[in-house]
């Protein structure tokens, strides 16, 4: 019940009630209300704004998600970095080892085929984060079935080493040029600009850059079977057969250090870095024929380069630039 207001009439000499007029009550109503709105408004901003509150339950949850979310991330790159390396496992079990002894290659097909027939992963389903976790299942699934492949693979190989130890000791398995003297690797095998014509021409060989005199090294045992300028656009050249249809060829020497019909051994040096034949700056040309045809020489530096240095050779290899002959 609210109070009665009065006031004294100095005109009556009496008290009289206070009468409130419609209009202000209205007014007070009205903003009250107003003050009640934005009041509520405040309060909401606030809200929205400071960080909520969490239980100590809702943190541990929280804490528990953002680990899961680090490992994940972890996990793939792990996952990343061992399918690069069975890959290049796998370049060279194909391009090299397989090469040596005249197996087949593994078929792309079976190295990735996948899993047929039901569902792996239908228990996996129905999650929040069901499509991240069945991806990462697939991945390492993949990569522990090309493991075994890749194993069995390596089992033959490795038999097949035992029975070919000769072959082993010829196969040109080294670089000819050591990377202490090569100043740079100035052109791989495929398709090159010619220096003398600018066309496109396809190089056969491996390019080593370096200063006039350097040493050349047998790159496997073998007999020579030539050491002449005979051959056009060679200049002074040595060509060593390694049995097995191995044979190397070393161009633009400066002079040779061996004979016809001498037996070499792999690292013996057998000529020494020139300019002659068709060549625009002292460098060795050098090229692997199997079976009589032209081979990439990339693929048979493994006696001699450490995996890093391996890779920067590929690297530089793959260079489409202009050859030195």
Not at 131 to 149: A, G, H, P, Y
Not at 167 to 194: C, E, F, H, V
Not at 201 to 208: L, R, T, V, W
């Amino acid at each position: 019940m609210s109070k009665v207001k009065y006031y004294y009439d100095s005109d009556t000499l009496s008290y009289r009630k206070i009468e409130q007029k419609k209009g202000r009550k209205f007014g007070i109503a009205a903003l009250s209300i107003l003050g009640a709105f934005l009041a509520g408004f405040l309060l909401l901003l606030i809200y929205l704004n400071i960080p909520q509150l969490e239980t100590p339950k809702e943190k541990a949850y929280r804490r528990e998600l953002e680990n899961m979310k680090l490992q994940y991330d972890l996990m793939n790159k792990r996952l990343k970095r061992d399918e690069v390396i069975l890959q290049e496992i796998a370049e060279r079990d194909d391009n090299i080892y397989r090469l040596y002894f005249g197996a087949k290659p593994i078929p792309e097909e079976l190295r990735n085929a996948g899993f047929g027939g039901v569902n792996r992963y239908k228990n996996l389903e129905g999650f929040d984060n069901s499509e991240m976790i069945i991806s990462s299942s697939e991945r390492i699934d993949k990569l522990t079935k090309q493991i075994v492949v890749q194993s069995k693979s390596l089992d033959v190989i490795a038999d097949l080493a035992e029975q070919k130890e000769e072959l082993l000791a010829t196969i040109p398995a080294i670089q000819p040029i050591q990377n202490s003297d090569l100043k740079r690797m100035a052109s791989g095998y495929g398709w090159r600009s010619d220096p003398f014509t600018k066309a496109r021409k396809f190089h056969y060989g491996m390019d080593f850059s370096a200063p006039t005199g350097t040493p050349i090294y047998a790159s496997g045992n073998g007999v020579v079977k030539r050491a002449d300028a005979n051959s056009t656009g060679y200049g002074r050249h040595i060509r060593i057969d390694h049995g097995f249809n191995y044979m190397s060829l070393y161009a633009h020497l400066s002079k040779y250090n061996v004979k016809v019909g001498q037996k070499v051994k792999r690292g013996d040096i057998i000529g020494y870095v020139g300019n002659t034949g068709r060549s625009v700056a002292p460098h060795l040309h050098y090229e692997i024929f199997k079976d009589g045809e032209k081979i990439n020489p990339r693929n048979f530096y493994y006696g001699s380069l450490t995996p890093e240095e391996f890779a920067e050779m590929l690297k530089a290899s793959n260079l489409v630039n202009e050859t030195l002959d």
